[in-house]
């Protein structure tokens, strides 16, 4: 979120992106591990990095041809560094006069790490934002993380829209994930989710005109974190098909996980939308932050 309210928002950046380099986002938690082709290629091209092995982080920005050369490396945040990085890859690519070869082709994908929703998945996307609580402050990069607004993905399995389209309820496979997954506070990096034995209260109803509402109660054995929050929304379906999904959770939160430090002091309003979308937006093709690792279980298939 900080790269793209700054290096990103830079429109000398944005025009270097778009004339020179074609931009690609990877989540390198499963790169680096990925026994196939796309794995052997992003190892290729961090071997020569200030980061090169793979049983531990390569988070940056990487710059590199499409054969797997390695051009340059950034983990710095300021737009000026990321320019000096982008100038200096050209002047290298050029000098070199290196080939652009062949596409990567990926014959047999480590299926351990989904890249795409399954089949007959339909996507929700899903937005958290702190809503008050933070102290003022004059520091541009906190302003970020104050202002920040995340972005995520909710999947609902075929199965579950059927059991909606004939049920009117939401099946239980699909509150668990909505709520252990997606009533987070992710707005200032990966979340710690919630855990069977944190949930304290949930309910979850649809009337017949298609408005949901619900109420939700999660908190750590500890009290360390929690979430107290009023649910509301709307579901239509037509032809047996779900064509809307709007919900919102408003209420008090508290605590904070591994990566998600410095959150207002004590309970604070936080507020998460979901959407369902058609999909046809390449970033609804980005697996969910729960899913990222074993999609499997996210689904409720193992």
């Not at 809503?131 to 995340?150: C, H, N, R, V």
């Not at 005109?209 to 009023?230: C, F, K, M, N, V």
């Not at 379906?237 to 959150?263: I, N």
Request: proline fraction near 8%; avoid cysteine.
């Amino acid at each position: 979120m900080l790269d793209r309210a700054s290096t990103f928002a830079d429109p000398e950046i944005i025009d270097l992106l778009q004339k020179h380099f074609i931009p690609v986002a990877i989540d390198q938690f499963a790169q680096r591990r990925q026994k196939d082709e796309e794995g052997d290629f992003w190892r290729k091209i961090i071997s020569k990095s200030p980061r090169p092995d793979p049983n531990n982080t390569t988070q940056g920005l990487y710059i590199a041809t499409p054969t797997g050369d390695f051009l340059g490396y950034n983990n710095n945040r300021g737009p000026e560094r990321i320019k000096k990085l982008l100038r200096q890859s050209l002047m290298a690519f050029d000098q070199k006069r290196l080939d652009p070869g062949n596409p990567l082709v990926v014959d047999k994908p480590d299926n351990r790490f989904l890249h795409h929703a399954p089949e007959g998945v339909r996507i929700v996307r899903v937005h958290a934002k702190v809503l008050g609580g933070y102290e003022p402050t004059d520091d541009p990069w906190k302003a970020i993380f104050q202002s920040a607004i995340s972005r995520d993905l909710l999947w609902i399995t075929a199965a579950e829209e059927k059991e909606l389209v004939k049920t009117n309820a939401i099946p239980a496979s699909l509150a668990t994930r909505l709520v252990f997954y997606h009533l987070v506070d992710n707005t200032r990096g990966e979340p710690s989710f919630w855990k069977p034995e944190d949930l304290r209260q949930s309910t979850l109803t649809i009337d017949k005109t298609g408005t949901l509402t619900g109420t939700i109660h999660l908190a750590r054995p500890d009290q360390s974190s929690g979430y107290e929050a009023d649910l509301r929304g709307h579901l239509e379906f037509k032809d047996g098909k779900l064509t809307r999904f709007d919900l919102v959770a408003h209420g008090d939160y508290w605590g904070h996980g591994q990566y998600t430090g410095h959150p207002p002091e004590g309970r604070f309003p936080l507020g998460i939308s979901f959407r369902l979308v058609d999909g046809t937006n390449p970033f609804d093709q980005i697996p969910p932050q729960g899913a990222k690792s074993w999609w499997q279980h996210y689904l409720g298939q193992q």
